[in-house]
């Protein structure tokens, strides 16, 4: 198989680049190791589109950032995703930090964030009542916003796919060789040829990378853990409340989601695994403790799960996007940790533009840049639900009872392009399985429709692909 | 829009009993919505039998004494719709609901039974740390998978939490050919019934380890092993007890969450220790005319008791219906009805249902159900009206997992003030 672009990872940076790369005609693909996009680090982090204040100035990752954040609204509208500028703020604790509020400010300033101010204690708890009463000083943000990881994600992959974007899911790349003034991608058995390879493996991006360049990086695995709070917090804050940086990042925050429900976290600790995605006792003990500093009576008995994510941290702690100086052809989008889910789109862009000068490619003429997201029957007028239900009734069966999900999101999510194939599938897509009950109802009914809409056997049903099936079997089958 | 005398959101155990006592005492117009594919709730995934000791004086199968109820509900010709999801209940009263074939819906009820039930606390809820792999299954989850559909969700077991649902699941899956290697309880006692654990667990040589909980789980794509640790008295896992078992499914039977979303959207007051519905001695939430019972006003142990609780919601519902049609529009007949008594659970008692009593609209014998919070031997369970003890009474065990009863007489608080208090207690012998 021979095509100009390889792009290895199905993450928000691959998919981004995909869709940037689906405008011309050229003829681009996919590889990804797991049975599905947004399987990796895109699922689990804050789902936060950062103003842009907290990577040094000149660094790639503020370039990149303040661009990302400024091209997320549009993108949201054409892709149809969840989004929302709910604005952000910096917690300082006391006066001796004040100098540091005050260089983020300036940074983000030199950065181009747009409408920083630093507010004073009062003005922090006018806007945020269940804020800290240790609370100094702040640093307000008014473009930061929050995202759906899994919605950005999905949308930039399908938008790709429909352009003409091939997907090879369960494809894990094993070895890339340089051939003639290409590579040759091998996945197993399999190997494609092609033009450019673009190196989007997340945590594993180190690991291509160093088959093809001399000059060697390494990424380690930053774990960091969350807790994620039922919707009936979804008033507790209204901002995403951060509180000065450390050494290990922008440290534990508070954000409401974009659908409603508070999110806590993350830790940062460098581990060496590089699926290590567990949490621990110690990980959610911290994040409940360190989140408490920001905020007053937190409800942290409304948790309904956690989980841990991993930052793929370059030694650099610098995005390095682009070709290495032995690797021509070979573009890195490595080192891709916070702020790499704002970014993508702007990732996204300067990748098919390194592509684009060296290929001169002819534009796509047929490329269609909008894309309508799952249909949200909740958002339809009480007329319009009606119509829907009549014309489709699968509309009018309640699936998910938590987040009220019906069975046609389900069917939509798993019948369109590169549509859902497990739970987590139609989680990450519809939903159905997220909310208080944590899919303890919904499973076996969301099993069924993905086998029936599938053909294929509930035993076959996974959680995530993979060895992940839900069923091991029939009752006494083996008695 | 569709009018109703009572409309019953739920069509399980309290649904059911509601629907036929409110019948009974007269109402007409009465309507179950219920969201599953068929009525009788969550009894249709309990195929063990030990239901209707109290109800029908023998031991049936939880789908036979749905049928019991439902064949009763047939034949009075109650209606109810299937695959119907309440969306959404008004003060006022207005019950949004959605289905296949009429779409979104309203009805307009004259008084509203909230019969939901309740959910299972979830491993995010318990915040157990590890992998996130397939394999992990509320109880009744895994109840439905094995009874309804005839899956089975695992081979080699582990069950965390021995509440009743985790018990009963210990000896179905063994019955269905899986290993239980073990059940954990976090808690120095088992939080479901004696008999329980003697059926399930104990006839079946599966081990029971109390004050133990899971510490990790381990498998990327299904669960291959859980490490259980013993916990200290602050129910903090001990380092250095780490015990490792090899399993590909962890059952989680950890304690239920009555559903009362509905409820809280319309605003009704909720207790928060039974996370159900503050409510009086006609199981009448603090909006006339709403009533609840059930699973959804506080989690029962035996079904008997739900439908017994549930027969005196559809009584009190029903009365209520025919007190509104002879009252003049405008006026709550709710509202006229003398003094209340407040009920305090005391000293070891965590809640009373209901919480409060007007004497004067009280049927002639009056039950307070209660739970307590730690196991208690030999002690006393008294009352006490305005100081004077009502009643004492010598219980041999006590503990979190049973519901505990005590009877009220109308005559001994007809009489008293306004403003009274009944203190419900327990007492060292």
């Excluded at chain 2, 959804?296 to 209520?320: I, K, M, T």
């Amino acid at each position: 198989m021979k095509y100009d672009v390889i792009i290895i990872g199905a993450g928000v940076t691959g998919s981004a680049v995909a869709r940037e790369l689906s405008r011309y005609r050229l003829k681009v693909a996919v590889l990804e190791k797991e049975e599905d996009v947004c399987s990796e680090t895109s699922k689990a982090n804050s789902g936060i589109a950062h103003a842009g204040f907290d990577a040094e100035c000149g660094t790639l990752m503020a370039k990149l950032n303040v661009e990302g954040n400024q091209m997320m609204e549009a993108l949201s509208k054409e892709l149809d995703f969840p989004f929302r500028r709910n604005g952000s703020l910096v917690l300082c604790f006391s006066q001796e930090d004040r100098p540091k509020l005050q260089s983020l400010y300036d940074r983000g300033v030199k950065n181009g964030v747009q409408e920083l101010r630093i507010l004073e204690r009062e003005e922090v708890r006018a806007m945020e009542p269940n804020i800290s009463d240790e609370v100094v000083a702040a640093l307000y943000a008014p473009t930061g916003g929050i995202v759906c990881p899994f919605g950005l994600t999905i949308a930039l992959a399908e938008n790709a796919c429909v352009n003409g974007v091939e997907f090879y899911f369960n494809t894990q790349v094993t070895d890339i060789r340089r051939e003639g003034e290409g590579f040759k991608v091998f996945a197993g058995e399999e190997a494609y040829e092609t033009r450019f390879v673009v190196n989007a493996a997340g945590v594993y991006a180190d690991v291509f990378h160093n088959m093809v360049s001399a000059n060697k990086i390494h990424i380690t695995p930053r774990k960091g853990e969350y807790c994620l709070l039922d919707k009936t917090t979804g008033e507790f804050v209204s901002h995403t409340i951060f509180q000065l940086p450390g050494k290990y990042g922008k440290g534990v925050l508070v954000t409401p989601t974009v659908h409603g429900n508070t999110l806590v976290g993350p830790t940062a600790y460098d581990i060496e695994e590089k699926e290590g995605t567990n949490t621990t006792q110690a990980g959610l003990s911290e994040v409940r403790e360190k989140a408490a500093r920001s905020v007053k009576n937190l409800p942290m008995n409304q948790v309904i799960t956690s989980f841990a994510g991993l930052r793929a941290h370059e030694d650099g702690g610098e995005f390095i996007i682009g070709e290495p100086e032995d690797a021509r052809g070979f573009i890195d989008c490595a080192g891709i940790e916070s702020p790499g889910l704002t970014s993508a789109p702007a990732v996204g862009k300067m990748v098919a533009g390194i592509i684009s000068e060296q290929l001169n490619p002819e534009i796509n003429p047929n490329f269609n840049g909008t894309r309508k997201g799952i249909l949200n029957p909740a958002a339809l007028s009480r007329e319009e639900r009606a119509a829907l239900i009549k014309e489709k009734p699968a509309y009018g069966t309640i699936v998910c009872r938590c987040e009220m999900i019906t069975e046609g999101e389900i069917i939509d999510a798993v019948t369109r392009p590169l549509g859902a194939k497990s739970l987590d599938g139609v989680k990450r897509r519809t939903r159905a399985g997220m909310g208080r009950c944590q899919s303890g109802f919904c499973s076996p009914r969301t099993m069924e429709i993905i086998a029936r809409e599938r053909n294929i056997p509930m035993e076959q049903v996974t959680k995530s692909g993979g060895g992940s099936n839900i069923i091991m079997g029939t009752n006494k089958d083996r008695l | 829009m569709k009018q109703y005398d009572i409309v019953i959101i739920g069509g399980g155990p309290a649904g059911l009993a509601a629907a036929l006592e409110a019948k009974k005492s007269g109402a007409e117009d009465i309507l179950i919505l219920e969201r599953d594919r068929e009525l009788g709730g969550i009894l249709n995934q309990c195929i063990h039998n030990g239901f209707g000791l109290h109800t029908f004086k023998e031991e049936l199968t939880g789908p036979e004494y749905a049928a019991r109820f439902i064949g009763q509900v047939e034949q009075e010709r109650i209606e109810y719709l299937l695959n119907t999801m309440v969306m959404d209940i008004s003060p006022e009263k207005v019950v949004t609901a959605m289905n296949r074939e009429e779409g979104l819906f309203e009805i307009q009820a004259r008084a509203v039974i909230l019969a939901m039930g309740c959910r299972e606390r979830s491993r995010g809820a318990l915040n157990i740390p590890g992998y996130r792999p397939a394999g992990i299954f509320s109880a009744g989850t895994a109840q439905r998978l094995v009874n309804m559909e005839g899956f089975l969700p695992g081979r080699e077991v582990v069950i965390l939490g021995s509440g009743d649902i985790g018990l009963i699941m210990a000896r179905r899956m063994t019955l269905e050919g899986a290993k239980v290697k073990v059940v954990a309880e976090l808690l120095p006692y088992s939080g479901g019934l004696k008999r329980n654990i003697v059926q399930c667990l104990n006839d079946y040589g599966i081990p029971l380890k109390l004050s133990h909980t899971v510490v990790d789980i381990q498998g990327r794509d299904r669960v291959s092993g859980v490490t259980l640790a013993k916990v200290d008295e602050n129910r903090k896992p001990i380092p250095g007890t780490e015990e490792f078992y090899s399993c590909d499914t962890l059952l989680l039977s950890c304690g239920l969450i009555p559903e009362n979303e509905l409820s809280r959207g319309m605003g009704v007051v909720m207790n928060p220790v039974t996370s159900g519905p503050v409510v009086n001695e006609s199981l009448e939430t603090n909006i006339p005319g709403v009533f609840a019972c059930g699973n959804v006003l506080h989690v029962h142990d035996l079904v008997d008791f739900v439908s017994q609780e549930a027969a005196s919601a559809g009584r009190h519902a029903a009365a209520y219906v025919a007190a509104e049609k002879r009252t003049q529009v405008g006026t709550e007949p709710g509202q006229q009805s003398g003094s209340s008594i407040t009920i305090k659970p005391q000293g070891g008692v965590r809640y009373t249902v209901p919480s409060t009593i007007r004497p004067q609209r009280m049927e002639e014998e009056q039950i307070l159900r209660f739970r307590v919070g730690d196991v208690y031997k030999n002690c006393y369970i008294s009352m006490y009206l305005n100081g004077e003890r009502l009643a004492h009474r010598k219980r041999p065990v006590m503990a979190p997992g049973e519901m505990e009863e005590l009877k009220l007489k109308k005559e001994q608080l007809l009489d008293c003030p306004a403003g009274s208090e009944l203190i419900v207690t327990i007492e060292e012998a």
